[in-house]
C-alpha cells in the first residue's frame, strides 16, 4: 500500500498507508526531527496540509522490542559519554552519549540527564527499526537495531531487505 506524508500547520507530521494515519512525528518546529522523519519513512509522496485541515487520530502502534535495562547498560559501557557540549566536528553542538536536539554551546548535563537523553534518542528509532525489518527481534537485537539506526547516518533504504 502507498505511503505519504502530510506536514500540519502546528508542525506535526504525519505519515498515511492508503488513507489510515500510522505515525505521528512532532517536530516542534525543528527541522532536525522532521529530517529524521522523512528519512526513515517509506512514503512516495509528501504534501502539506491545508492550514483548516484538522490532524488525523493516529493509532497507537503495534507492540514490539523496547530497550531493555540489561542491553541499555551493555550500550553505555561501549559508547562514549561527554557531559559537556561538544561540536562534533560538522558544527552540530552534541551532548552525552551523542545527543544533538536542543543542545547549544556551553550545555553541561549530569549522567543521569545523559541516560535519558539516550533513551529518548534510542525510542526515536524504534518504530524506524520495526517497520523496516520484517521479521520478529528479540529485545537484544531490537536494542541494537535501534542503537546502530540513531547512531549512524542511516535512511530507510538502508533498513530495509535486500530486493533479492
Same mark, same amino acid.
Given at each position: ?27 516542534? /518546529? ?32 503495534? /507492540? ?47 549522567? &543521569? ?35 546502530? &539506526? ?6 530507510? &533504504? ?7
Amino acid at each position: 500500500m502507498e505511503r505519504s506524508l502530510e506536514l500540519y500547520s502546528d508542525g506535526r507530521l504525519y505519515e498515511y498507508e492508503g488513507d489510515q494515519a500510522v505515525r505521528l512525528t512532532e517536530t516542534h /518546529g525543528q527541522v532536525t526531527d522532521l529530517s529524521e522523519a522523512l528519512k526513515f519513512s517509506t512514503a512516495t509522496t509528501f504534501r502539506v496540509a491545508p492550514p483548516d485541515q484538522q490532524p488525523p487520530e493516529v493509532p497507537i502502534p503495534r /507492540g514490539g522490542c523496547h530497550i531493555n535495562d540489561q542491553g541499555f547498560k551493555l550500550l553505555t559501557t561501549f559508547e562514549g559519554c561527554e557531559l559537556e557540549a561538544y561540536d562534533d566536528g560538522g558544527k552540530v553542538w552534541t551532548i552525552g552519549y551523542g545527543h544533538t536536539d536542543g543542545v547549544s554551546e556551553g550545555m553541561r548535563s549530569t549522567q &543521569a540527564q545523559a541516560e535519558q537523553f539516550l533513551y529518548i534518542d534510542l525510542e526515536r528509532f524504534e518504530s524506524y527499526v520495526e517497520e523496516a525489518v520484517q521479521v520478529d527481534l528479540n529485545d537484544d537485537q531490537s536494542l541494537h537495531s535501534s542503537a546502530f &539506526a540513531s547512531m549512524s547516518d542511516l535512511e530507510q &533504504a538502508d533498513l530495509a531487505p535486500p530486493p533479492y
